[in-house]
Structure formats: structure tokens, C-alpha cells
């Protein structure tokens, strides 16, 4: 069975400040790792991937993330947050070796102060 | 279309009647998911389409769901006799590709609300 486990239900930071949004996951084999951005009633928007080669991730607004196997984790980071960035996000897996299906984690919100 | 279009936006029913939800992908996206997300929670798969065929349909909860997809574009979702419990919002997601990388771009969910 595959995982993904938000820790933090809520993160804040300061606007300007760096921002870390944490992940781990769980699958039997390799993952392919994606991070979601939900902004109120509206629909999931797509940030970034992991399928393989580096480790470093850019995606969309200035977001990263960075794959470490070793401790089954997948950080959302972003160096200087906006207001903007305020949202809810979430961290999802699918099994290299498995199904379509793809697992999502309960969500984090950011909440960026001015 | 430009992105993934989901009706009606919202579904007010009575307990015990039958609904269906309409998902419209991404034009010329193979794969097409069904996700619940209920409130303070992460979606939950729901079922999974390649094409015209269900090819996983674990996330179901009960045999009250069924969905469809017979030209291999729009599908609807479809519960009979409604629990209270069926309320969510059902999000809709298709890729291009049946890759495991492909990424899922969503549509803007329908939000059902069973009385």
C-alpha cells in the first residue's frame, strides 16, 4: 500500500521569509511524487513532479522540492513567500511498479503574514 | 477545451435519490480519474479510466457507484440512492498520457450535498 503523510496541518511565515511545506511517503517501490495547490473553490492546480533524475525539483511561482530517499521525504520549499502563496496544499505518490492510482496526502495550509 | 470542465457545479438531493456528475477532460487526454474529497481531507481516489475502460475501480466505495466513460472523453459519475454521507466535492482529472508520470490536471469538482 502506498502513503503520504502531512505532518503540519498549518504553516505560517512571514511574507518574504523562506517557506518549507513537509512530506514523506510510502510505497513498495519507487514513487512518482507531485505536489497540488488549492486555492479556496477553486480546483487542484498542479506545482511540481518527481519521476527521476535530480533530486531538485522547480515548478510553477518559484516553488521547489527536493526528493530525498534515504528519508522517504519530498519538501515543498520556496525562498521568499508571498501573500499570494496562502493556500492549502498537498503532497501525493502513485508506486512506479503499480496502479494509476495516486494517494494523497490530508493537505497543509500556508498561511503567508504580511 | 481549455482545461477540465465538471457539472453541475453544485447538487443539493434528498437522501435515497439518484445523481449523476459529468466530468468533460482535457481534449485528446486518454486517461480520465474520479476523486471524493471531503471536508479536511486530501482526494480520494475514486476510479480510474483508460480510454473507454474502467481499468481500476478499487476507490469505489460501494456498488451504489458506477461511473462511465462509452466514447472515451466525457464521463459521469453516477450514485443511486444517495447516503448523507455521499456528500464531498467529486473532482474530476484527466492526462495525456497513462504513464505514471503524467501529470492530472483537475477540474473545478462538483459539490454534492445530500440532505
Known amino acids: 500500500a502506498q502513503s503520504v503523510a502531512q505532518p503540519e496541518d498549518q504553516v505560517n511565515v512571514a511574507e518574504g521569509n523562506p517557506l518549507t511545506v513537509k512530506c514523506t511517503y510510502s510505497?513498495?517501490?519507487?514513487?512518482?511524487l507531485f505536489w497540488y495547490v488549492q486555492y479556496p473553490n477553486r480546483g487542484l492546480q498542479f506545482l511540481l513532479k518527481?519521476?527521476?533524475?535530480?533530486?531538485l525539483v522547480k515548478g510553477s511561482y518559484g516553488f521547489e522540492a527536493e526528493f530525498n530517499k534515504s528519508q522517504t521525504s519530498f519538501h515543498l520549499k520556496k525562498p521568499s513567500a508571498l501573500v499570494s502563496d496562502s493556500a492549502l496544499y498537498f503532497c501525493?505518490?502513485?508506486?512506479?511498479?503499480?496502479?494509476?492510482?495516486?494517494?494523497f496526502g490530508i493537505g497543509t495550509k500556508l498561511q503567508v503574514i504580511p | 477545451g481549455a482545461g477540465v470542465s465538471q457539472t453541475p457545479s453544485n447538487k443539493v438531493t434528498e437522501k435515497g435519490k439518484y445523481v449523476e456528475l459529468r466530468c468533460d477532460p482535457i481534449?485528446?487526454?486518454?486517461?480520465l480519474y474520479w476523486y471524493r474529497q471531503s471536508l479536511g481531507q486530501g482526494p480520494e481516489f475514486l476510479i480510474y479510466?483508460?480510454?473507454?475502460?474502467?481499468?481500476?475501480d478499487s476507490g469505489l466505495p460501494n456498488d451504489r457507484f458506477f461511473a462511465v466513460r462509452p466514447e472515451g472523453s466525457v464521463s459521469t459519475l453516477k450514485i443511486q440512492r444517495t447516503e448523507r454521507g455521499d456528500s464531498a466535492v467529486y473532482l474530476c482529472?484527466?492526462?495525456?498520457?497513462?504513464?505514471?508520470?503524467?501529470?492530472?490536471?483537475f477540474g473545478p469538482g462538483t459539490r454534492l450535498t445530500v440532505l
Open positions: 518527481y519521476i527521476t533524475g535530480d533530486n
Open positions: 510505497v513498495s517501490g519507487n514513487p512518482y
Open positions: 482529472a484527466s492526462s495525456l498520457t497513462r504513464g505514471g508520470g503524467g501529470t492530472q490536471y
Open positions: 479510466f483508460q480510454g473507454t475502460g474502467a481499468a481500476d
Open positions: 501525493a505518490v502513485r508506486d512506479v511498479g503499480g496502479y494509476q492510482k495516486v494517494t
Open positions: 481534449s485528446g487526454h486518454t486517461a
